[in-house]
């Protein structure tokens, strides 16, 4: 199905790393449209393969934006990412990433990691003002919903994170994508959390089987990207599954 093409975003467990030979050897599965680009973090840059598209996390803030961007030559670089950390001051924060993100590459992404916050309307206001897009963290989900509500409300192009097997077992990914197709189809946060919490074989099938073109398109124009750090381990369970 469409709705996977370059969905699954290649995002080692901290401390490891993936390299060139194993992504490309991703690349070259039968299913390997489903995979999109390598994150690494702005540590390891280093030695990287000029021909592996890469979404660089940054470890700092809108500081680590702006000296990525000189950093940037004799990389593929698709994406940046970064996470707000003023709490006391999203909006501010967001507006310095959006100002350190001016010299970067024309055609590179920014995904900006929104935290929950009394803040956060405001933050996602000037992400979207600019043209830069959103990151959401699922780590244990709760209350994520209720994030990703804003994001879509706010007609906020985001990717996500934090996608763990011990949380959303290994129908996670399309719990994600059924639970944005909700929430644009106007359903509330409550119902959103509710299909992130109870993943499962049968209601992947029974959502995937429903969806036409327009809703895969409708649902990815939202949702840029799943990191996952086992990429192949979820192509093999999809497949087996018959969900791709």
Request: no cysteine.
């Amino acid at each position: 199905m469409d709705v996977f093409r370059s969905l699954l975003h290649v995002a080692p467990a901290t401390g490891t790393a993936v390299d060139a030979a194993t992504y490309r050897a991703l690349l070259d599965r039968s299913d390997g449209w489903a995979v999109g680009p390598l994150v690494v973090g702005d540590e390891r840059l280093a030695g990287l393969d000029p021909d592996v598209a890469v979404n660089v996390l940054t470890s700092g803030g809108a500081g680590s934006v702006a000296a990525l961007a000189r950093r940037a030559d004799g990389l593929r670089l698709v994406a940046v990412e970064t996470v707000l950390r003023d709490l006391d001051d999203l909006a501010g924060n967001a507006a310095r990433v959006v100002a350190a993100a001016a010299g970067l590459p024309d055609g590179v992404e920014v995904l900006v990691g929104l935290p929950a916050g009394a803040g956060l309307v405001d933050a996602v206001e000037v992400v979207e003002a600019a043209g830069l897009h959103g990151r959401l963290d699922l780590t244990g989900h709760r209350g994520a919903a209720e994030q990703m509500s804003v994001l879509v409300e706010a007609d906020l192009p985001f990717k996500a994170t934090g996608l763990g097997a011990e949380t959303f077992g290994p129908y996670g990914v399309v719990a994600v994508l059924m639970a944005v197709e909700a929430l644009v189809d106007g359903a509330e946060a409550e119902d959103a959390e509710q299909l992130l919490a109870q993943p499962d074989e049968t209601r992947s099938r029974l959502a995937l089987a429903a969806w036409d073109d327009a809703t895969q398109a409708r649902i990815r124009r939202r949702l840029r990207g799943v990191d996952d750090a086992d990429v192949a381990a979820t192509l093999d369970r999809l497949a087996a599954a018959d969900l791709l």
